[in-house]
Structure formats: C-alpha cells, structure tokens
Nanobody
Framework: QVQLVESGGGLVQAGGSLRLSCAAS????????MGWFRQAPGKEREFVAA????????EYSDSVKDRFTISRDNGQKKVYLQMNSLKIEDTGVYYC????????????????????WGQGTQVTVSS
C-alpha cells in the first residue's frame, strides 16, 4: 500500500516562499508519476504541478508557472514543491498524489487519474 505524507505548509506573507515535501512509502517510487494539487475553501481540487518518473518532464498550471518548481528524488522517495512569490490566491490545502505509469506516459493533470493521495498540508498566504 502506497502512503504519502506531506509537510512544509504554513503561514507566509505574500511574496514569500515555502517548500513542500512529500515522502512516499510502499510501492516502487521510481515507477510513479507524482503530482501536487490544491484545494481552496469552497472550490474544487485543482492541478498545480506534476513530474514524470524520469525526474525531468514536468507540467505546471498556468497560475503557478515561473513561480513554483516541482522536483523529485527517487533515491529518497520524495517529491518537492518549491513555491516562490506566493500570492494570496495560492492559499489552500496542498495534496501530494501519485499514479503508476510506464516510462513514456504523458503527464496527467486530472485528479481522477491519481490513485494515491496524502492527507494534505495547509498553505496560507496573508497580505
């Protein structure tokens, strides 16, 4: 059974930075595509960023492109989300998710394609 545990959330002022981490256990981490999603109060869960199992191919939502960076360490079984220039609208619960893929798979932006989820970590950006 795959388990994902996020950490690194907190309260930060607009313009600040946070680094989220997600530690995985169970399964073969190097075979998983990893994604970050977020959910603001009263809104649906939305895609933020994802990285393929090759540690190179990435996708970002337009709202975070050029501000956030996703990375992974297959040896440590961790995925990271470096968030810079944070905005108030970045506030929400951030979830780590994974799905098992073949090496050449496309990167999915759809939450329903991800089989495993963490419990989430709260990110609050204040003015």
């Amino acid at each position: 059974q795959v388990q994902l545990v996020e950490s690194g959330g907190g309260l930060v002022q607009a313009g600040g930075s946070l680094r989220l981490s997600c530690a995985a256990s169970g399964g073969t981490f190097s075979r998983f595509q990893m994604g970050w999603f977020r959910q603001a109060p009263g809104k649906e869960r939305e895609f933020v960023a994802a990285i393929n199992r090759n540690e190179r191919d990435t996708e970002y939502s337009d709202s975070v492109k050029d501000r956030f960076t996703i990375s992974r360490d297959n040896g440590q079984k961790k995925v990271y989300l470096q968030m810079n220039s944070l905005k108030i609208e970045d506030t929400g619960v951030y979830y780590c998710a994974s799905r098992h893929v073949i090496l050449s798979a496309y990167i999915s932006l759809q939450p329903t394609d991800y089989a495993y989820w963490g419990q989430g970590t709260q990110v609050t950006v204040s003015s």
